[in-house]
């Protein structure tokens, strides 16, 4: 106990160390700039009036970015209530009383794989309130004693003092980060002392914040086990990049196009699939192979805290286990509130739509914009003669559809091209009375009556001589598909009740596992999207940001 008062202590010095260094600079800086126009008088018996004013309009904006305000907090979900969540506020009461800690105030659901503690509301920290929140995805993703650990590991920071202290930093990032925006907008080299004290406070106070991480940690595995928190923590390092990459590539096309799909069972259904096996599997890999971190980082590599817990008590073997998400008593009914913020403006509520649903109330209106425009620029071609014509088919088309004013590489206008094929492939097969079923995590498929096709990778197949004519038309026959007519009449898609619009451009931003339709061959840095299969030209140097795939808007992987 008296090591943790000392640690708090240390803690406390810092925080305030920091914030007393800000408001010292921006003052002193404020306060020279005051002077400045008084020295020019006194010694000049003159003030130049530009330099009056530039001084007083910096020492203004200097002042008001840094004056204090009262902590708005907004609430970032729906609140949870005890009585109509029995089960999960006795698991809350019970952690809280084994860390001999108070129940937060409120807890709130949240759309994001992850759970926090803080401190918020009042004035300079005074008349502030505990609250914690619970993401909807982690509840699908941990089990029931896995969330009781990762509760625990939110419980240490309130042992810890953390969330009490985090107040400082929060208030002085907020400060710092106003001073900069203001002044940035008046093109003030005023900016640059307090860019340099902004580097060195985020790496100071980000690498106290490591150091709380591990030890809220040991509390937790103190208190519930080692292996449970683990466990936990191993599955939170995949499923959060795999979440992002579901609901930038899944939840927001359809929410785009005016709908609202369930949620948690979507999720579910994405990590169960081929393609969510394998981006949890890339990221499960990628998680365990990082490096030491960056100073920037808030929390410590996943590899440092798996081995700071190799020496803690490992605590009881879970039985039958169920997901924490059963702790709910009605997980489909909070959903529309936890996505609310995410949804597009409209005047009404968006209607429900079933996963089962969105291939054709999604999906086939944005297949047929894209056939009618690959129309003037082709000729009509029966299914069957899809093999001979492939290659070029998609080259030409390639060529016309991309903008005049980009200037593509052939493997991008191949790879724009056969996406227009698959897509015009997929309408004809619809036409036909095949079913779109774009299930997430499994590639894209429309089902007939003697089987199965995925439109867009066939034509990929196609065009690079993966699939052979021979086998195509084989292929062709046992399916019955052969004389079907691509690129005719403009089409009519079947039963479609939504307008054809483009998915969301800007959807969710969220880090992305490796794409794994994603083409890496040497030559020009082109790739597929695995969603759509749109090609998308990578950056020679991406500066840590990603391409954005123009049909879909998914967030592409961008290779070392």
């Known amino acids: 106990m008296k090591a943790r008062s000392q640690s708090v202590g240390l803690r406390a010095v810092l925080a305030l160390g920091l914030m007393i260094g800000f408001y010292a600079l921006a003052l002193g800086l404020a306060g020279a700039l005051l002077w400045v126009p008084y ?7 003159r003030i130049p009036g530009k330099l009056a004013l530039g ?5 203004g904006i200097i002042l008001w970015s840094v004056m204090p305000r009262r902590d708005r907090f907004e609430a970032p979900g729906p ?3 005890p009585r109509r969540n029995p089960k999960l506020f006795e698991m809350i009461r019970g952690v809280a009383a084994a860390t001999k800690q108070e129940m937060p105030a409120e807890v709130y659901l949240v759309g994001d794989m992850n759970a926090w503690v803080a401190h918020r509301g009042g004035f300079m920290g005074k008349g502030a309130r505990g609250i914690m929140g619970l993401g909807l995805p982690l509840l699908q993703t941990l089990s029931v004693s896995e969330l009781r650990a ?4 939110e419980f240490g920071h309130y042992h810890g003092g953390d969330t009490k202290l985090g107040r400082f930093v929060y208030t002085t990032r907020a400060a710092i980060g106003r001073t900069l925006e203001n002044l940035g907008r008046h093109g003030s080299i005023l900016q640059l002392p307090f860019i340099w004290y902004g580097r060195i406070f985020l790496r100071v106070s980000h690498a106290v914040s490591r150091r709380q991480e ?21 599955k939170i390092h995949a499923a959060a990049p795999a979440f992002g990459y579901y609901w930038s590539n899944e939840v927001a096309p359809v929410l785009h196009a005016g709908f609202v799909p369930p949620l948690a069972a979507g999720f579910e259904q994405f990590v169960a699939g081929e393609i969510g096996q394998k981006a949890l599997a890339a990221a499960r890999e990628q998680s365990l192979q990082e490096s030491d971190g960056d100073v920037f980082d808030t929390h410590p590599p996943l590899r440092e805290r798996l081995q700071a817990l190799e020496g803690c008590r490992p605590g009881a073997v879970a039985g039958a286990d169920p997901l924490a998400i059963t702790l709910l008593a009605d997980p489909q009914a909070l959903e529309r509130e936890v996505i609310a913020p995410a949804l597009p403006p409209t005047d009404g509520p968006l209607p429900p739509i079933q996963w089962s649903e969105v291939g054709e109330r999604v999906y086939q209106p944005i297949w047929q914009k894209e056939t009618e425009a690959a129309i003037a620029h ?17 080259e030409t088309l390639g060529a016309k559809l991309l903008p005049d004013s980009e200037a593509p590489s052939p493997e991008l206008r191949q790879l724009r091209g056969s996406w227009a094929v698959g897509a015009a492939l ?6 036909s009375g095949w079913a779109a079923d774009v299930a997430p995590g499994e590639p894209v498929m429309l089902r007939g009556p003697a089987g199965a096709l995925d439109p867009f990778g066939t034509v990929d197949a196609l065009v690079t001589g993966e699939l052979g004519g021979e086998a195509w038309a084989e292929q062709c026959g046992r399916l019955g598909i052969g004389e079907l007519e691509m690129f005719g ?32 061959q040497p030559g020009p840095r082109t790739r597929r999207c695995w969603r759509c299969k749109e090609p998308v030209e990578l950056p020679v140097e991406s500066g840590g940001e990603r391409p954005r795939c123009t049909k879909c808007g998914t967030l592409q992987w961008v290779p070392a």
């Open 489 to 520: 009449a403009a089409p009519v898609a079947r039963r479609v009740a939504s307008v054809a619009v483009e998915p969301r451009r800007e959807a969710v931003a969220a880090p992305a596992p490796t794409p794994v339709a994603a083409v890496s």
């Open 378 to 394: 082709c000729r009509p071609l029966a299914v069957a003669a899809l093999a001979q014509q492939a290659s070029a088919l998609s």
């Open 426 to 431: 997929a309408m004809a097969l619809s036409q």
């Open 150 to 153: 990762v509760l625990a590991h």
């Open 39 to 45: 020295a020019v008088y006194a010694y000049a018996h």
């Open 55 to 59: 001084c007083l309009v910096g020492a």
């Open 79 to 81: 609140e949870l209530e």
């Open 214 to 234: 591990l030890a809220a940690d040991q509390l937790a595995a103190h208190v519930v086990g080692a292996r449970p928190l683990a466990e936990g923590l191993k």
